[in-house]
């Protein structure tokens, strides 16, 4: 079973840069990793999501501009980049997997890391 967990978050000020990582457990070739995040209050969000044997799939439209996905050669780690942080990024960001691609859809993916909280300050 594919174990996610997510790391790098933590306090920024606005402006500041962070990358935050998704390790995945188990060999998880073909399958694609997405990062969401949840903001206080509000439902879990889409961001990006990116496919191991291949590239990135789908950025929300929200997250262009400032949000990068990758991965590593080794393929067992996710990365998202975020530039010039906001206070409004302040949130919960988690990755998940799913071995078929379900778009953006919370729903559809199969597995989940416990998240890792983002805190923007201005």
């Known amino acids: 079973q594919v174990q996610l967990v997510e790391s790098g978050g933590g306090l920024a000020q606005a402006g500041d840069s962070l990358r935050l990582s998704c390790f995945a457990s188990?060999?998880?070739?073909?399958?694609?990793i997405a990062w969401f995040r949840r903001a206080p209050g509000k439902e879990r969000e889409f961001l990006a999501a990116?496919?191991?044997?291949?590239?990135?799939?789908e950025f929300a439209e929200t997250a262009k501009g400032r949000f990068s996905i990758s991965k590593s050669k080794t393929k067992d780690t996710a990365y998202l980049q975020i530039d010039d942080l906001r206070p409004e990024d302040t949130a919960v960001y988690y990755c998940?997997?799913?071995?078929?691609?379900?778009?953006?859809?919370?729903?559809?993916?199969?597995?989940w890391g416990q998240g890792t909280q983002v805190t923007v300050s201005s």
């Open positions: 188990a060999p998880i070739y073909g399958n694609y």
């Open positions: 998940a997997s799913s071995q078929v691609y379900p778009g953006q859809r919370v729903a559809g993916y199969t597995y």
């Open positions: 990116i496919s191991w044997s291949g590239g990135t799939v």
